[in-house]
């Protein structure tokens, strides 16, 4: 008789919680805000041990209560109880064990992310596509939407940051697919300027799909919003790159 292999473990802490190990779903054990806080701190922090002070002030923050120590005993017993057995390893300082395979949203997305990058930079943009998609589906769920921390407030940054990373690498890739894809260059490119009006690599890709689609009048406007908001802004003119961008549109017009 063949065993079947272990069943990875599955942890999303973007949007809803849900946690699968062993082919059994576990977040009904994380009800408690303190529960659920700290095993989230665990899993972000799973390739080290946290000490106890340390998973304190995740709970409670700097200005620690003066039953800390105990409240912490009493959080880590309950979960050590709820979950699976082994999951929550350690005594003076704490780890939680998930298995080699296993999958954490928060950390696929980062992988993903830096996959898309470098697909991009190779220009296949076929996998760009993909890498990056699946990415932004995880980074457009916030994190622990429920709860509030600093060491959360800090995570969300961290996705914010992987989430522009993918948006980027996506609007690329479909502008390098071009075809059917130049409506999703256009509209990944309107969001790049939206989400982050300084950075110019949104305006680029903009200016291409809408030119690739015939609409160079309104590439060249894009350009015009750009300089206005770089001179309002920082007192500086385009990089040379959306420089280049913008004279190929020129010569476009001129021929």
Same mark, same amino acid.
């Given at each position: 008789?063949?065993?079947?292999?272990?069943?990875?473990?599955?942890?999303?802490?973007?949007?809803?919680?849900?946690?699968?190990?062993?082919?059994?779903?576990?977040?009904?054990?994380?009800?408690?805000?303190?529960?659920?806080?700290?095993?989230?701190?665990?899993?972000?922090?799973?390739?080290?041990?946290?000490? +106890?002070?340390?998973?304190?002030?995740?709970?409670?923050?700097?200005?620690?209560?003066?039953?800390?120590?105990?409240?912490?005993?009493? /959080?880590v017993s309950k979960l050590r109880k709820s979950l699976w057995p082994g999951a929550v390893q350690g005594r003076a300082s704490l780890?939680?064990?998930?298995?080699?395979?296993?999958?954490?949203?928060?950390?696929?997305?980062?992988?993903?992310?830096? +996959?898309?990058?470098?697909?991009?930079?190779?220009?296949?943009?076929?996998?760009?596509?993909g890498a990056a998609l699946a990415a932004l589906f995880i980074c457009e769920r916030e994190l622990l939407p429920h709860d509030d921390?600093?060491?959360?407030?800090?995570?969300?940054?961290?996705?914010?940051?992987?989430?522009?990373?993918?948006?980027?690498?996506?609007?690329?890739?479909?502008?390098?697919?071009?075809?059917?894809?130049?409506?999703?260059?256009?509209?990944?490119? +309107?969001?790049? /300027?939206?989400?982050?009006?300084? +950075?110019?690599?949104?305006?680029?890709?903009?200016?291409?799909?809408?030119?690739?689609?015939?609409?160079?009048?309104?590439?060249?406007?894009?350009?015009?919003?750009?300089?206005?908001?770089?001179?309002?802004?920082?007192?500086?003119?385009?990089?040379?790159?959306?420089?280049?961008?913008?004279?190929?549109?020129?010569?476009?017009?001129?021929?």
């Amino acid at each position: 008789m063949t065993l079947a292999p272990p069943v990875p473990a599955r942890v999303q802490l973007c949007g809803p919680v849900v946690v699968e190990f062993d082919g059994r779903r576990w977040e009904s054990a994380l009800r408690g805000r303190q529960g659920r806080l700290l095993f989230a701190y665990l899993v972000l922090n799973r390739h080290r041990t946290c000490g +106890r002070q340390e998973l304190s002030q995740a709970l409670w923050g700097e200005d620690l209560p003066p039953a800390a120590e105990a409240g912490l005993n009493a /959080v880590v017993s309950k979960l050590r109880k709820s979950l699976w057995p082994g999951a929550v390893q350690g005594r003076a300082s704490l780890r939680v064990q998930l298995g080699d395979e296993s999958w954490v949203d928060v950390e696929a997305a980062e992988q993903a992310a830096h +996959r898309a990058e470098s697909r991009v930079a190779l220009q296949d943009w076929t996998h760009a596509w993909g890498a990056a998609l699946a990415a932004l589906f995880i980074c457009e769920r916030e994190l622990l939407p429920h709860d509030d921390a600093e060491w959360i407030d800090q995570q969300r940054a961290r996705l914010w940051d992987i989430r522009l990373r993918a948006l980027e690498a996506y609007s690329l890739a479909a502008l390098g697919t071009a075809g059917t894809e130049l409506p999703a260059a256009v509209r990944a490119g +309107r969001k790049l /300027v939206r989400l982050v009006p300084l +950075r110019e690599t949104g305006y680029q890709v903009l200016m291409r799909a809408l030119a690739l689609q015939g609409n160079v009048a309104e590439a060249l406007a894009v350009h015009a919003d750009l300089c206005r908001v770089l001179r309002e802004e920082l007192g500086v003119s385009p990089s040379p790159a959306t420089q280049s961008v913008y004279e190929e549109l020129l010569h476009t017009t001129g021929s």
